[in-house]
């Protein structure tokens, strides 16, 4: 299964699932990453933190670590 840091620069996925637990899990729901919403991927940072992405009309900026918890397809 795919994660969002996995994504390219430039592609639209829809999330399949969120995983970890607790409050990150809760964080990141918050922030409206829940399952069967798309996400575009705007830009990667060099180092590859954060990752910028578009969700429900807003840009967000999410950690490299989080981004490793959203299953995408």
Same mark, same amino acid.
């Given at each position: 299964? +795919? *994660?969002?840091? !996995?994504?390219?620069?430039?592609?639209? /996925? +829809? @999330?399949?699932? /969120?995983?970890?637990?607790?409050? =990150?899990? #809760?964080?990141?729901?918050?922030?409206?990453?829940? +399952?069967? @919403? %798309? /996400?575009?991927?705007?830009?990667?940072?060099? $180092?590859?933190?954060? /990752?910028? =992405? *578009?969700?429900?009309?807003? !840009? $967000?900026?999410? #950690? +490299?670590?989080?981004? %490793?918890?959203?299953? =995408?397809?």
């Amino acid at each position: 299964m +795919k *994660t969002l840091r !996995e994504t390219a620069c430039g592609q639209t /996925v +829809k @999330v399949s699932k /969120v995983t970890g637990g607790g409050p =990150v899990k #809760r964080r990141i729901m918050d922030m409206g990453i829940t +399952k069967g @919403v %798309e /996400v575009f991927v705007r830009k990667v940072a060099p $180092l590859g933190d954060p /990752v910028e =992405v *578009t969700v429900r009309g807003y !840009e $967000l900026s999410i #950690r +490299k670590a989080d981004a %490793e918890m959203i299953c =995408v397809e």
